[in-house]
T-cell receptor
Framework: GIQVEQSPPDLILQEGANSTLRCNFS?????LQWFHQNPWGQLINLFY???GTKQNGRLSATTVATERYSLLYISSSQTTDSGVYFC????????????FGKGTLLTVNP | DGGITQSPKYLFRKEGQNVTLSCEQN?????MYWYRQDPGQGLRLIYY???????QKGDIAEGYSVSREKKESFPLTVTSAQKNPTAFYLC??????????????FGAGTRLSVL
């Protein structure tokens, strides 16, 4: 099956810093989603981005499907950005299964 | 409020006991999913259902069972055959429209522990 690798596994920032999280995947994808898991475990949808670039406030994402990677940018980080960021992909077919990476644990210190 | 509701938030299981986790959605989504998350790990798919009265095994279905008798409900039973059930369980649903086939939305999760 498709493999998803996220880097870095852990990231510690001071408030106000910028960061880039990376997601590599081993096959072509129909769907790529970025999620933020808050400290209470809730998974929050950030982006649906199988290709191209999207922006939402301080967050933006770019997927280069031909090179099989996606990047999540966080600018001017805040303590509330802390948590785990997951990338998940669906390689197509009829079952629409999402395969998740292991996540990047982001800690933003005040 | 529209969304996905999981209950209970916390659940404890005794040896040899079956327990059922509830997942209800009022988003009119066709597809529903159950995932398991272990500490420091990503999510792994247990079961999924694309339509009422139909469901398929995911990657780690052993020791679990599901039903899909209604579009809005997809309960997960953790049976006594699941020897390591302690984990965080997340339910998701997706609309499967032609525009965005598989954007999945998640509930708040259930933490299951063994007594």
């Amino acid at each position: 099956g498709i493999q998803v690798e996220q880097s870095p596994p852990d990231l510690i920032l001071q408030e106000g810093a910028n960061s880039t999280l990376r997601c590599n995947f081993s096959d072509s994808v129909n769907n790529l989603q970025w999620f933020h898991q808050n400290p209470w475990g809730q998974l929050i949808n950030l982006f649906y981005i199988p290709s191209g670039t999207k922006q939402n406030g301080r967050l933006s994402a770019t997927t280069v499907a031909t090179e099989r990677y996606s990047l999540l940018y966080i600018s001017s980080s805040q303590t509330t950005d802390s948590g785990v960021y997951f990338c998940a992909v669906d390689s197509g077919g009829s079952n629409y299964k999402l395969t998740f990476g292991k996540g990047t644990l982001l800690t933003v210190n005040p | 409020d529209g969304g996905i509701t999981q209950s209970p938030k916390y659940l404890f299981r005794k040896e040899g006991q079956n327990v059922t986790l509830s997942c209800e959605q009022n988003l009119n989504h066709d597809a529903m999913y159950w995932y398991r998350q272990d500490p420091g790990q990503g999510l792994r798919l247990i079961y999924y259902s694309q339509i009422v009265n139909d469901f398929q095994k995911g990657d780690i279905a052993e020791g679990y069972s599901v039903s899909r008798e209604k579009k809005e409900s997809f309960p997960l039973t953790v049976t006594s055959a699941q020897k390591n059930p302690t984990a965080f369980y997340l339910c998701a649903s997706s609309p499967r429209t032609s525009l965005a086939k598989n954007i999945q939305y998640f509930g708040a999760g259930t933490r299951l522990s063994v007594l």
